[in-house]
């Protein structure tokens, strides 16, 4: 079936560095690329988005990459600060309408 | 608050037990789901409804029974559980049935004894 591979599982980095995570997907009629952050005791929301029309796409300190050829997205942080920390999920959104999910990374930043 | 509230945050019930967990949505949204979020997996999509009609149910056992009486409540009720059901219940919305625009509620941590 469809599925949502995501990596690390865990990142810890200092403060000011940047953060990279990857996923890859197996459905190539994947257009929809979300990302999540999930902060401690609250549901995911959503951080930033790109569509397979488009190959990157910035939002201040955050940035997401697509390479649909390779079948790969990743999430790039910029100069990482503590309240970056939290479990961040890379999504596709399959060809029969739903989104799949990746199982998750938790970021660290280290004072 | 994202403008999806789930109660109550936390819920340990036995295995014998019946109990229900809410959500509602003050988007004005048209279709709900409720996830399943498990340690080290990827959420799990249990139902969908759009319009107040279920239009997927991924295979889930019969003990989990969703009802959603109008487009802004979704109810899980919950009976006869499973230690493997323990996990976190997450309630969402969008605008319509499709991939964009999630607004996911805090969810509901279950734990069942």
């Known amino acids: 079936g469809e599925n949502v591979e995501q990596h690390p599982s865990t990142l810890s980095v200092q403060e000011g560095d940047s953060a990279v995570i990857k996923c890859t997907y197996s459905?190539?009629?994947?257009?929809?690329f979300p990302w999540y952050k999930q902060e401690l005791g609250k549901g995911p929301q959503l951080i930033i988005d790109?569509?397979?029309?488009?190959g990157e796409k910035k939002d201040q300190r955050i940035a997401v990459t697509l390479n649909k050829t390779a079948k790969h997205f990743s999430l790039h942080i910029t100069e990482t600060q503590p309240e970056d920390s939290a479990v961040y999920f890379c999504?596709?959104?399959?060809?029969?309408?739903?989104?799949?999910f990746g199982k998750g990374t938790k970021l660290s930043v280290k004072p | 608050e994202t403008g999806v509230t789930q109660t109550p945050r936390h819920l340990v019930m036995g295995m014998t037990n019946k109990k229900s967990l809410k959500c509602e949505q003050h988007?004005?949204?048209?279709?709900m789901y409720w996830y399943k979020q498990s340690a080290k997996k990827p959420l799990e999509l249990m139902f969908v409804?759009?319009?107040?009609?279920?239009?997927e149910n991924n295979s889930v056992p019969s003990r989990f029974s969703p009802e959603c009486p109008n487009s802004s409540h979704l109810f899980l009720h919950l009976h006869t559980l499973q230690p493997e059901d323990s996990a976190l219940y997450l309630c969402?919305?969008?605008?319509?049935?499709?991939?964009?625009?999630?607004?996911f509620g805090s969810g509901t941590r279950l734990t069942v004894v």
């Open positions: 969402a919305s969008t605008a319509t049935p499709d991939v964009y625009g999630y607004t």
């Open positions: 459905d190539s009629a994947s257009n929809y």
């Open positions: 790109i569509r397979s029309n488009v």
């Open positions: 999504a596709a959104g399959g060809s029969q309408g739903n989104l799949i």
């Open positions: 988007l004005g949204h048209n279709a």
């Open positions: 409804y759009s319009l107040e009609e279920r239009v």
